[in-house]
């Protein structure tokens, strides 16, 4: 027999055995005992017997709606089930369902929750596979409205700029981020001793064996990058694959949660920061675990981040960052067309380390995050503030933001916006916090730096007076992971401007 045979064969003896074994996954009515193989046949029985239109309501929720959408609704409608409510008299909307408590299961191994692509409809209202219903959208949606490249899976570039061996190291070689972690760990030991962690994003590991070695009774490693299997390989060779296991996925995948079960954990530890803070927005998913695995009086570690802002006001170093000083005199030919260009232009949000002499005033703490108590809701606001230029400026040039990060033990009480992070535990305060501001040691967070245009920043200034600003932070439409900030500002004598600019 030759080998297009044998596979012919091959192929034709699993339709024999598949046909055999025929699927018998089954999917519980949302408010009854009965079974069905089929979720349209479950839906149908729904509105006929129940007289509640599972695929209407699915529409009501609007265009917003999305898979996480759709398990929220199922486990909450479980959860009203369990509660003998009349499924009549059930009304659902974005709000009913916008805690993330029902992202965890209501009905343990819900064979619904694995086939959501059934209940997501296209523009017509019946039931599509998710692929087919985001190709209908794309081709429905007007000539004279921006398309979402369905090409670019934003989330899979995230997961697969994580995988490798150099961002990793430029993490852990930033000893201010890796020892503010661990002597928080090693110094208040017996917060971490018996208890099980969840470390959200593990990347390598290090946190999670700082954890163990802690004494850890327990602790879940999660990360949806293939560095999962580094971590893995990692935490056996220094022994603690008994205390800690790894998992591969994202922290809000059902299949997540069923590996970690229904106990909640004591602690959940994660380096979430990004670039102004939140960029690439994965505290996300971190307040998505607290909800669904933390005690009730659990831990988060950190504890508190605030944002800090300053005007910049130094020509000669703008100068340098956007690239003027070159382009100005290529080999005796004026380039200034290229001017503002590189990492500090008129479109982007620059990430540098900006001296501390260039800074044109004192700082304002504008925003604190408590991530017991924050919402991913709230991680877009605007804010008012203000900062006192110095008495030299005359003119302003940007703004530079960066973030402080804090450790605090349960129990303290502490407006973080007030700490002086540089002095923070020097004075035998409990807790451990640093600082990625100009004037701190230098971290892989840098500052984040928005640049103004140059007709803001020929617009005169008095020195010593008080700068207004009002400071926006938006995700970007279709971009969870990228961020708009603007910050309006108005001076005495009513001088004033805005600059917004995007990290993407």
Not at 60 to 78: M, S
Not at 196 to 217: E, N, P, W, Y
Not at 299 to 309: D, E, G, I, Q
Request: some cysteine.
């Amino acid at each position: 027999m030759s080998d297009s045979d044998s596979d012919v064969a091959s192929s034709a003896g699993s339709i024999i055995e598949d046909m055999s074994e025929p699927d018998t996954t089954t999917f519980k009515c949302l408010f009854c005992e009965q079974q069905f193989g089929r979720i349209s046949e479950m839906t149908t029985h729904c509105r006929s017997e129940h007289g509640f239109d599972v695929e209407g309501t699915i529409k009501n929720l609007g265009p917003e709606a999305d898979e996480l959408t759709v398990i929220k609704l199922i486990n909450f409608l479980r959860a009203e089930a369990q509660r003998n409510t009349d499924p009549k008299s059930i009304k659902v909307d974005a709000e009913t369902i916008a805690s993330d408590k029902y992202l965890q299961p209501t009905l343990e191994d819900d064979a619904l929750l694995f086939e959501l692509g059934d209940l997501m409809p296209d523009a017509d209202g019946k039931a599509v596979d998710y692929d087919e219903f985001e190709a209908a959208l794309q081709k429905n949606i007007g000539q004279d409205v921006e398309k979402i490249d369905l090409s670019h899976d934003r989330d899979t570039d995230y997961f697969e700029s994580y995988k490798g061996n150099g961002i990793h190291r430029e993490m852990i070689e930033d000893r201010v981020r890796t020892e503010g972690y661990r002597d928080f760990i090693e110094k208040n030991a017996e917060l971490f001793a018996g208890k099980v962690v969840l470390d959200v994003g593990c990347g390598t590991g290090i946190l999670s064996l700082f954890c163990a070695r802690a004494g850890a009774k327990k602790v879940f490693a999660v990360d949806n990058s293939d560095i999962a299997n580094r971590a893995r390989q990692n935490i056996k060779k220094n022994g603690y694959e008994g205390k800690i296991e790894v998992i591969q996925g994202k922290i809000e995948d059902f299949n997540t949660q069923q590996l970690i079960g229904k106990e909640k954990v004591d602690v959940i530890i994660s380096e979430w920061m990004g670039y102004g803070l939140l960029f690439e927005g994965m505290l996300d998913s971190v307040l998505r675990a607290r909800d669904l695995y933390l005690k009730e009086d659990g831990l988060m570690v950190p504890s508190h981040c605030t944002m800090v802002a300053a005007p910049i006001a130094d020509k000669d170093w703008i100068a340098e960052s956007t690239g003027e000083k070159f382009w100005k005199d290529v080999y005796g030919f004026d380039f200034s067309s290229m001017i503002p260009g590189g990492n500090l232009n008129d479109r982007d949000i620059g990430v540098f380390d900006v001296p501390p002499q260039s800074l044109g005033g004192s700082s304002a703490g504008f925003y604190q995050l408590d991530l017991r108590k924050i919402m991913v809701k709230e991680l877009d606001f605007t804010v008012s503030t203000s900062v006192t230029l110095g008495s030299n400026v005359s003119s302003i040039d940007g703004f530079a933001i960066w973030f402080d990060t804090f450790f605090l033990p349960p129990g303290k009480s502490q407006d973080a916006l007030q700490i002086d992070v540089s002095a923070w535990g020097k004075n035998g305060e409990p807790g451990v916090g640093f600082s990625t501001g100009p004037s701190s040691t230098a971290t892989h967070w840098h500052q984040a730096v928005l640049l103004l245009d140059d007709e803001d920043r020929k617009k005169e200034v008095k020195g010593g007076s008080t700068l207004k600003l009002s400071i926006s932070y938006r995700k970007v439409k279709r971009d969870d992971r990228g961020i708009d900030v603007m910050i309006a500002w108005e001076g005495e004598g009513a001088v004033s401007g805005s600059v917004k600019r995007t990290m993407a």
